[in-house]
């Protein structure tokens, strides 16, 4: 499935970014779209309504009104639409959206849409930064809807920093993939090997080195790839959680060592690796065979390091697609990017436990998703949400 015969419709405000808009009209065209442009007032000071026209082949609106006093019924182009886009969205459009502000055409279609709606914000970087823009884009994503974040680089006054709007085949991209993803079976044919929870590294019978992972963010994932149409490979370390899907192949570990061979009992048939296991990176050099008593002040344990899986798998890639996880607690964005390369991973989820509410047990998590060209970031949301977060944005990348 892609965006051919789907009905696209463009809302453009008054940003210096709608120069853009050419490039992301033309690429919908080009792939058999239909597309259909409406301005504010503002936005005609950017660009005009001939050369957006002439791209799409229809008429541009920013009036509900025309010249010739033909209504322009923003009811119509907003039923009429499979997706709705804004972008650039300005933080005036933006604060108009969420609150209720229906002052022009693009407005007003946009509070009589039923289909998803995508925004695109753009501004300099005080101004996206802002707490009154921070809390639109979250009361707009509480919407349903869908925020390609700005990107970081030189802005129209001069300063350096996140404002820019998401560039076309961004923003392309993302909405190729809504389609694509909304057939259930996105998955089918693909083999996901998923790794989950924490590993426990014994020290006697009784006692363990281990971690607070809960193994949630990986059952997630295994459901929702499970869902998409792929047969999911499952290894867990101690983990209360629980999965009943014919899809999912669940295996059972405990040590790192473990995990590691029963990954790569598998990991040459996998199309996609996803580690999100928490996997320790010490354990004893030797376990004793008997509980040790509490006979001295002092227990000194001498620790080996573990096998470092997601290295390993890196090393042995040849077609996988490779995720890894990052968990940080400081310097997060170099640590991650630095995992990225020394690992040869596709992609990294980052994490920050700084992050209320993100990490280990708890019920919601705050990613930021790398590739080596590529940042996204996502609000505080369930697992499960996060879950498809993260598998979005793999089809995403499969399909380039």
């Known amino acids: 499935m892609s965006v051919s015969g789907k009905k696209i419709l463009i809302a453009v405000s008054g940003g210096i970014a709608a120069y853009k808009i050419h490039f992301l009209i033309r690429d919908f065209v080009k792939k058999g779209a239909e597309v259909q442009v409406i301005m504010t007032p503002d936005a005609e000071n950017f660009v005009t309504k001939l050369s957006l026209s002439t791209l799409s082949k229809k008429p541009v609106y920013s009036d509900f009104y025309s010249d010739n006093g033909t209504w322009n019924s923003h009811v119509e182009m907003a039923l009429w639409a499979d997706v709705m886009i804004i972008a650039p969205c300005t933080a005036n459009t933006l604060s108009k959206m969420v609150h209720g502000m229906c002052d022009n055409l693009v407005i007003a279609t946009y509070m009589s849409a039923k289909c998803p709606v995508f925004i695109a914000p753009a501004m300099d970087l005080d101004m996206y930064a802002h707490p009154s823009t921070r809390k639109n884009l979250e009361l707009a994503e509480s919407f349903g809807h869908r925020i390609i974040p700005a990107e970081n680089g030189e802005l129209a006054s001069g300063l350096t920093g996140q404002g820019r709007m998401a560039e076309p085949a961004t923003i392309f991209n993302d909405v190729e993939h809504y389609f694509n993803s909304n057939n259930p079976r996105s998955l089918e044919g693909k083999t996901v ?83 999100s296991a ?115 944005f793999v089809e995403s990348q499969l399909l380039k």
């Open 193 to 275: 090997l998923i790794t989950a929870g924490p590993t426990y590294e014994a020290i006697d019978p009784v006692r363990f080195i281990g971690n607070h992972s809960s193994g949630k963010m990986g059952f997630s994932l295994a459901e929702e790839a499970s869902k998409r149409g792929a047969k999911v490979i499952l290894i867990s370390g101690p983990s209360v959680q629980t999965i009943n899907d014919p899809n999912v192949e669940l295996h059972k570990v405990t040590s790192a060592k473990e995990m590691l061979t029963k990954v790569f009992e598998f990991y040459d048939s996998i199309d996609i690796g996803i580690a």
């Open 278 to 392: 928490a996997v320790a990176d010490y354990a004893p050099k030797e376990v004793a065979k008997e509980k040790i008593k509490k006979n001295d002040e002092n227990l000194t344990i001498e620790l080996v390091k573990n096998p470092d899986i997601l290295k390993i798998m890196g090393e042995k890639k040849t077609h996988q697609f490779l995720v890894g996880f990052a968990l940080e607690t400081q310097n997060e964005e170099e640590n991650a990017k630095g995992k990225l390369e020394k690992k040869n991973l596709d992609m990294i989820v980052l994490n920050s436990l700084r992050d209320e509410g993100a990490g280990f047990k708890n019920d919601t998590n705050k990613i930021k998703i790398f590739t080596k060209t590529e940042k996204k970031e996502f609000n505080l949301k369930s697992k499960d949400d996060v879950a498809k977060d993260i598998l979005n």
